[in-house]
């Protein structure tokens, strides 16, 4: 049963206190922004307007080693079948993704909100049913952090019962939703959720984004201003509202089956106090500050040592004063005349790479960053410029990068599960089918299960889906790329041991797919067309059906022999060194774990069994040979 968390006449109210209550945590973020945007802060007059930018460094690249492409997952159904995960999967893939464009395209999006979440510690997303340019079905946007309220006493979003968002639309924007609605209200059982005589009186009430803080007043356009509230719990009312009066311009209901609120948060460090989390600028703005103010400082002591001041006695002329290679100063007839160049003191420009290091030391560790242009010898040992150091620096920036892809990654999965959810309940309401167009990957499964299968599309009878609930989990770290250099060089490590090894590995491994990953991952041109055509024979497993080894059937008996006694000699050697008794073979009791070791060595599974019945016995390595040659 759906309820309100607010009243329709306390909206006007419980928005004001939702954004007094904001407004706190709100009032750092131009400095963030300045910071982010590589803006110096001058705290000395006539300092040089420079800044190091080390914190906007990573500000810029980190999203870009996050977000190397979209993120990948797949569909969970607790009580369905496969075949229909597998095609909500499709649905996701070719449907909803390829549309969800509403403010860029996805991985766009995806950026813009992993470099937000640095900057202010989170980032939320509103997630909606979009109907036109030729597409029903969800989308989502980013929406600006300062647009949003969360309920006041609560420190984390997915704990709300209810959030406000600010919405501006332009004047042709509103006419346009009067235009839709009239249109279809042709049809007798369509009901709008709009109301439209007030939507009408609001065209020419407009007003500037008050959240718009990068651009003057003269400069920002002029919108219409309405506040929704999205109510947790199925079917519960969303509204639409006009800040100034209270009075409500829209209502719809939450069609999503969990009952979620439509607007995701993506964390950088939830911190349990600060309901928008703790950003990576917040721990580094007093450093970077500290670092901005000591580079301009240095640069304007570089200044007065290439143009430094003049000390001047008696009648001069200053015109004749130039700081140039081989310059002239004309003093004049008069011998009391004198001009000297003033000497600055050169402590800041000699400790200035030391003390810069420190600072910069100190902003990377923070963020878990690394620098090779920085020594150890400001004191970390971290940045040490040998091998050590640098992959001690790239350890560090790997726990960082993964921590914040997997926040990114949790973000994107509560996205799609959202969207999927909405358009799932969008298409039943509206009692719409839906052609999906499927993959090549699909069609290659099913017809793995079922040769006839012809198929390259196939329809989604939603109208079969009523409260149908999904869970989305992606893939963790498919938003990173495959690593094709640390690929190539294993490949060819492999292809190496094979040229070596001759015709005793031919079985094990092939020269053909080997040749046809490393050019494949190498980069140059037309790579598909000069590497070797690979057969499906090729791709198979190098093992044989009978399952033995050709690494080690290639051996000589003796060979073999002395490769079982070097794994299996310990455990004969325990059992002697305890004394244990012999035991009845019937009882079969073996190692299993010796079993899968054997196994995994190359023995099959019938010889391994008896290798671990003999040792049981307390037989000897002679003894285990002799059974191989006999049941080989």
Known sequence: MSFSYIEPENLKQEYEQAKNKMAGFFKDFSEFERIANAEPKNIKEGNPDVTDAT??????????????????????????????????????????????????????????????????????????????????????????????????GKTNAKDCNYIFLNTWYTKSDIKNIIYNEKELAKDKDYKTTWNLKKLEELQEKTTAKDTDISITETEQAEFIKLVC????????????????????????????????????????????????????????????????????????????????????????????????????????????????????????????????GILKSNILNITNNGDTSISAEVGNPGFSKTPAGVNAQQDRINIADNYLRGQFEEWFGEILETMLNLHIAAHYQAEIDQVVPLSQRFIETKRKIDPEFRLTKETIKYSDLKDLLVKFKVDASSSKLDNDHEQLETLKDLLQIRLESGDQMEKYLKIAPLVYQIVKRSGVPDAEEIAPKVS??????????????????????????????????????????TGQQELDPNQSQINPELVAELVQNGLSEEQAQGVAVYLAQGGSPEEVDEFLRSNK
């Not at 969970?76 to 509403?102: M, Y």
């Not at 900057?119 to 300062?146: M, W």
């Not at 024979?537 to 290639?554: F, L, R």
Request: proline share 7%; glycine share 6%; charged share 25%.
């Open 229 to 356: 509230v999205f109510q947790r719990g199925v079917d519960n009312i969303f509204y639409a509202f006009d800040p100034d009066t209270g009075e409500i311009v829209r209502e719809w209901k939450n069609i999503d089956p969990s009952g979620k609120i439509p607007i995701i948060y993506a964390y950088y460090d939830p911190d349990g106090k600060n309901p928008l989390g703790l950003s990576a600028i917040r721990l580094t703005r007093r450093l970077q500050d500290m670092l901005d103010i000591h580079h301009q400082n240095y640069q304007f002591q570089v200044g007065l040592k290439s143009a430094p001041p003049t000390k001047i006695r008696g009648n001069v002329n200053t015109e004749s004063i130039v700081y140039e290679p081989y310059a002239v100063w004309d003093l004049g007839s008069d011998p009391n005349a004198d001009a000297a160049v003033v000497q600055t003191d050169n402590t800041l420009i000699n400790t200035f790479p030391t003390v810069q």
């Open 55 to 152: 914190t906007a460094s990573f500000i810029e690249t980190r999203p870009k080693a996050i977000v190397q492409k979209n993120p990948t997952g797949k569909v969970i159904l607790d009580d369905k079948s496969p075949e229909l995960s597998e095609l909500l999967n499709e649905v996701v893939d070719n449907v909803i993704l390829p549309n969800a464009t509403t403010g860029g395209a996805v991985k766009a999006k995806c950026l813009s909100v992993v470099r937000n979440m640095l900057i202010y510690g989170s980032q939320p997303a509103l997630v909606f049913i979009r109907n036109e340019d030729n597409y029903f079905g969800a989308d989502f946007t980013i929406v600006d952090i300062q647009d949003v309220y969360l309920e006041p």
């Open 536 to 577: 499906e024979e090729d791709e198979t497993s190098p093992e044989t059906i009978d399952g033995s080894n050709p690494m080690i059937d290639s051996l000589q008996p003796q060979e073999q022999a002395s490769t079982i006694e070097n794994i299996v000699q310990p455990e004969t050697q325990s059992k002697a060194e």
